[in-house]
């Protein structure tokens, strides 16, 4: 039976790159692995499989019984349901360390960076096994992403470092250039039913027992946002009641003038400015230089409901 | 202010060698940190202390409004009262993963090996640190005390290489000899009072909401625990009730002969044999080839509470 990879529920570009890359060394260490996934993907990720030549990982919802790697958070809301009854044999992470816990000793390689990706280089450094092409390639991609072109403030040093291995790896000459043309797939909305842009890149959190689900969409130009704005505003609602959450968020974010648009449905009408000292307007609230949910969203929200 | 590094409550050796292993490595790599202990320490470390020429780390247990690193448990009972008050920066273990959780991103090296020094030697080398010679021969004595002079299930071939590089910096010619003359000063217990004795290497577990309390006594003839198995046995009885606890184990281990007897008090009766398969009789149990709580003994108690 081979041992799988997984990363979160509604998986992003570094959730399925980091689960090939990752299966793959193992693989390739005597291990049998298969890379997984728990949700649809973005079409992003579907111009990164289909620019390096990739299947899609297996769709798989259900681990009873299995041995498997977590990649990309650690957090239970956001792995398997029945995750209980599965071996964790290690997590791999960039987060906050989240409430997975195991009843036997595991391998966790997670570091403050801004992508998984950037640490399962890492994994194949230690273990000095050659990437080949293609995953190098999307690897790449994956980090380009989650760094969004390293203007996010999560990007360290180790990211722009790996980006370059990864790319000569790949024989890529202008890895900026391959970010651009990823985000302009990642902006386009038109055609797209509104909920599915709002899960899109959608994540459960449990705030001190609150139910807080953030999503986040990056675009290239927020005006694209202007014929639907009043669309996605009622579907967070609706989101927010359908899942008794506390509060919903999502984010757009501006990737060129650096900053994020909030829209806001919660609890507490005064969330955002007990986290971020600024009170929403209609429901809505920019905040300057914001890129970052993990590193500039969530931390004080988290202070917020403690 | 500077950064801490601390191990678990009741510290053992790797706790104490971890400690200091690490916050050398860190302050070489331009981040000050100092190691700390969150109680007394066993004769043991005190004669790896004496013998490398360290001064016992810091007894501090308050850590609201510092910096730290964890060493060699992920678990809340295990670590500062204050912990929620902290900024944890890093874990690096080599448990089962416990019940913390972080609010920011942060640095774990948790690999399933046999010693969290094993884990360190791969940190200073992934940074190029050398080794001095003192703190690479407690950190080979840390790694024979968790190994059982490699006897224990939990020992690796990563921790039996490590060792072998550790002695030669430290220039040790026979480590398995020093780890024998270590394990007759763990073994000394006369004048020792019963209390001192069982709390030795105590550590509480969160098991399904119950709280579970596990010593560990090993010594090179069982012997020698001949005149005061009744005092012991008395005495878990109080600890158990004193703490509020559903179960107290002493693990009396006879690391010649590999095996372990247990001592129980439990509000279940039948909880030695619903885990391990064997029945107590008078509130003891011989547990053939079981020398490891971390991989022997918790995980079936566990599932057993699961
Ligand atoms: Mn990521
Ligand atoms: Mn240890």
Redesign the interface.
Known sequence: MPHYVVGHKIPDSDSICSAIALSYLKTTLGEETVPARLGELSPETLFILDKFGFEQPELKMSYAGESLYIVDHSERTQGPDDIDEAT?LG?ID???????????????????VGCTNTIIK?MYD?HNVEIPKNIAGAMMCAILSDTVIFKSP?CTTADIKCVEALAEIAGIDDPETLGMEMFKVKSAVEGTPVRDLVLRDFKDFDMNGNLVGIGQLEVIDLAIFDDIKADLEADIAKLKAEGNRHTVLLLLTDIMKEGSEMLVVSDSADITERAYGKATSEGKVWLDGVLSR??QV??PL??AFA
Chains 1, 2 share one sequence.
């Open positions: 964790i997590i960039h987060h906050k360390l989240g409430d997975i816990t195991t009843s036997t000793p595991l391998e966790c390689w997670i570091r403050p890492m230690f999560t993990k590193k969530v931390p988290q202070e």
